[in-house]
């Protein structure tokens, strides 16, 4: 890898080679999963590049592809898998310096990959638009990488995930060859580059579908059982006319490592946590009523600097109990929407004290159920693939964490075709995040 040459190619393009701050950014969240942080802590980019326009970023894919130099894109490291982690090492692209929002019309926006998320919908709300969901993380992750790492999060119980048609309506990509081309995917192409972690174009630029900007209300309700948090969660996810965005039912073991918000957690009862829109509080209630204790009711208030309740849930769940306890992990489950219930009950059944309950009401193709992120007391590799194989003998589905290519994170253990197809056209050399897709073997020396 001729470096130097690179370097010289870059021009003006802004970057950092000082190796503690380059291998600081090539990490992101995998520690999360210990099989990942055995794998992955030592791994490390070459140099930062920083570009701050999408002529720069042409400029940096153009010197990478011409001296076979490998390219990863980073935005704000939040992914869980080791998505942004450079496992050949190369360039590193902080793509975070393309922040602007391009335009926006009622429904819709156009916004450089860059972007923070909490900022679009700071600047969203007060036209009284925001984006149709985001993770958890929102404020701290961007458009972009929520996009080509993520999968859905708060707002996913009306809309479903960014795969549901309609959740992402077109892409902007840079292609990684001598001479780059810019490449626009529409509706069902920008799919393409959907959960691909970067390795099928670096994004410039993505316009999504905007929600009405409700008065979000937080709320946290005490439950009995966990099975009754999660049968009332099912009630509200069902009830169309209320409007929400977040229903999040969590297991007693769980909420007595939730700092702040313990005191809304009664001791040895579940809790269900709620966004709901101010004009459907009322039906909420009522459909509540007897059957849980509300514990906290206050207005979302993230931009006046409260700690958003979402941060205690999807995969900031895990997170609040591996600030107290980092022996713990976790899993990701879509449990099936016809017999969810029985299934939840049956899975908390098998791994008392092991695997303790969390799950997400979300849309899946239409249908209402459940994705889960049960916190997981880890205590060997085979255990845990134990743990995975039981879940998928019982029909819910595993989108493995503890694994860093998209074929074995998915639930179907393959790469989609569309995906490995656009690989082939942008990426001739296999410069891309290379090693994350593993079916793909470069065609260009
Ligand atoms: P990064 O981590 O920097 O990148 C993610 C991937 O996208 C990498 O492969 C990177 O190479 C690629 N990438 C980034 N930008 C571009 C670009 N412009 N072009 C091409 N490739 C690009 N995920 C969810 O889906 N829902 C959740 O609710 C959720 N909650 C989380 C909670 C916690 C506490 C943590 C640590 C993670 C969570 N995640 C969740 C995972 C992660 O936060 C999301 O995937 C997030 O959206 C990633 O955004 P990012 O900007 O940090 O991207």
Known sequence: MNLAAL?????????????????????DFFWYSPILNAQLADKSADLI?????????????????????????????????????????????????LSAIEWMRPGALRVQAGAMLNAVDAAMQPHGWELRMHPSTRRTATVGGFVAGGSGGIGSVTYGGLREPGNIHAARIVTVEPEPRVIELRADAAQKINRAYGTT?????????????????????AF??????????????LSD???KKLLS???????????????????????????????????????????????????????????????????????????????????????????????VARMNAMFPDEVLPHLEFIRFAGRVTCSALPVVRYTTPERLDEIIALHEAAGVHI?????????????????????????????????LNPGKMRSYVPAAA
């Open 249 to 343: 039912p969590v297991d007693a073991a769980i909420t007595p490592y939730f700092g702040a918000l313990k005191s809304a957690c009664p001791p040895g009862r579940a809790a269900l946590i709620a966004m709901v829109a101010e004009p459907s509080l009322e039906s909420f209630k009522t459909l509540l009523a007897g059957r849980g204790t509300i514990t906290h009711e206050a207005p979302a208030d993230e931009h006046g600097g409260r700690v958003p309740l979402y941060e205690y849930t999807w995969n900031h769940t895990t997170l609040q109990v591996l600030k107290t306890d980092r022996s713990v992990t976790y899993l990701q489950c879509l449990y099936p929407h016809d017999r969810l219930l029985e299934s």
């Open 399 to 431: 989108a493995n964490p503890h694994v860093y290519t998209l074929e074995d994170g998915s639930r179907y253990k393959r790469v989609d075709a569309d995906q490995l197809g656009l690989k082939h056209e942008v990426d001739p050399y296999g410069l």
């Open 241 to 243: 006319g209320i409007v």
């Open 49 to 97: 590049a920083a570009p701050r326009t999408e002529a720069e970023v042409i400029r940096v894919a153009g010197a990478c592809a011409r001296h076979r130099v490998p390219l990863t894109v980073r935005a704000g490291g939040t992914g869980n898998y080791g998505q942004a982690v450079p496992l050949e090492g190369g360039v590193l692209l902080d793509i975070t310096g």
């Open 7 to 27: 370097l010289a190619d870059l021009g003006d393009v802004p970057v950092i080679t000082d190796p503690a701050i380059v291998r600081k950014r090539s990490r």
């Open 224 to 237: 009995d059982t966990f099975l009754d948090a999660a049968r009332f969660g099912l009630d509200a996810a």
């Open 201 to 221: 174009g670096i994004i410039t630029a993505l316009e999504m579908p905007l929600a009405p900007a409700w008065e979000w209300i937080e709320l946290v309700i």
